[in-house]
């Protein structure tokens, strides 16, 4: 049975930084490739970054340079350390396997919410 449990949001002033972590079970964890994904408010479900089973990184243009994806396999653990936080960086932040075919169709956790503002 997949399980995964976001932790880590909060309420952080603009430039701050936070760092989220992702605990997954039952997804076979150190050979899949996992991902980051956030939801805005009144906003679809968009991708923000993703790490190969052997540490190959790749991020969405609108956090590159400010997010780095990491993983630990030996805990079955995701982290996104998030630097230089924006506003628009508000969301409810989720982990999942990369790719996710339907957002729909798909097992969710209950995701962490990430709010930033002053």
């Known amino acids: 049975q997949v399980q995964l449990v976001e932790s880590g949001g909060g309420l952080v002033q603009p430039g701050g930084s936070l760092t989220l972590s992702c605990a997954a079970s039952?997804?076979?964890?150190?050979?899949?490739?996992m991902g980051w994904y956030r939801q805005g408010p009144g906003k679809q479900r968009e991708f923000v970054a993703r790490i190969t089973s052997d540490g190959n990184i790749h991020s969405a243009d609108s956090v590159k340079g400010r997010f780095i994806i990491s993983r630990d396999n030996v805990k079955a653990t995701v982290y996104l350390q998030m630097n230089r936080l924006k506003p628009e960086d508000t969301a409810v932040y989720y982990c999942n396997k990369w790719p996710v075919v339907s957002v729909l169709g798909e097992y969710w956790g209950q995701g962490t919410q990430v709010i930033v503002s002053s």
């Open positions: 039952g997804i076979g964890f150190s050979s899949r490739t």
